[in-house]
């Protein structure tokens, strides 16, 4: 009887304490989870003739990771930007940048703040992630916890991850994004 006591309060406390996400999020499709797939699906909110996504790479070839349709008579030989958005390292293949044409005059988004500017309103759910990975928040497919959304009229709400600095230690947060203004704000689930 002695043990029953403490053993039911230690199991009480552990369910009580597992976080729960609301039966109306979805879980994000696992293939959301690579930021190369998610270009594809922006809708800027300006008319372009045309833009691209490219990493910094100097084979032609292999700078592009996306491109809307691109007129038959257009050629871009502008320099690749010095820096860009989504820095992993030093050198080549480290970074994104964006280019796009605007009459007939190249336009280069080589940052992130750039990169959500581009975007504008928030017209889908790959448009909401990379509004988050700008701000270091990334899809877990392996949690719920990490990997959930809810998309309303003014608002998409996310559940992402986010790294503990210098750690393995995963950290859910509440992510909730304003589809006109792009505004993201966000709150600590706890890790997990």
């Not at 029953?4 to 230690?10: A, D, G, K, R």
């Not at 871009?76 to 293949?93: M, V, Y």
């Not at 790294?163 to 947060?173: A, D, H, L, M, R």
Request: charged letters at 25%.
């Amino acid at each position: 009887m002695k043990l029953l006591f403490p053993t039911l309060l230690l199991l009480s406390g552990l369910v009580f304490s597992q976080k729960t996400i609301s039966s109306d999020f979805k879980k994000i499709p696992e293939i959301l989870d690579n930021t190369e797939l998610l270009y594809p699906f922006i809708i800027p909110d300006k008319k372009y003739n045309y833009w691209s996504v490219l990493r910094n790479n100097p084979d032609p070839d292999k700078a592009i990771i996306y491109e809307s349709q691109m007129p038959n008579f257009m050629t871009i030989n502008d320099p690749a930007p010095e820096r860009g958005f989504f820095q992993k390292c030093l050198g080549e293949n480290c970074f994104s940048y964006l280019i796009a044409c605007e009459n007939s005059q190249s336009k280069y988004f080589s940052n992130e703040q750039q990169l959500r500017d581009f975007i504008g309103f928030v017209d889908n759910l790959p448009e909401a992630i990379l509004i988050a990975n700008t701000m270091g928040y990334t899809v877990d497919i392996t949690n719920k916890l990490g990997s959930s959304y809810k998309i309303e009229d003014k608002f998409i709400s996310l559940y992402l991850l986010k790294f503990k600095i210098n750690s393995e230690t995963k950290e859910s947060f509440f992510i909730k994004i304003n589809r006109k203004s792009g505004k993201l704000e966000s709150k600590s689930n706890g890790t997990y």
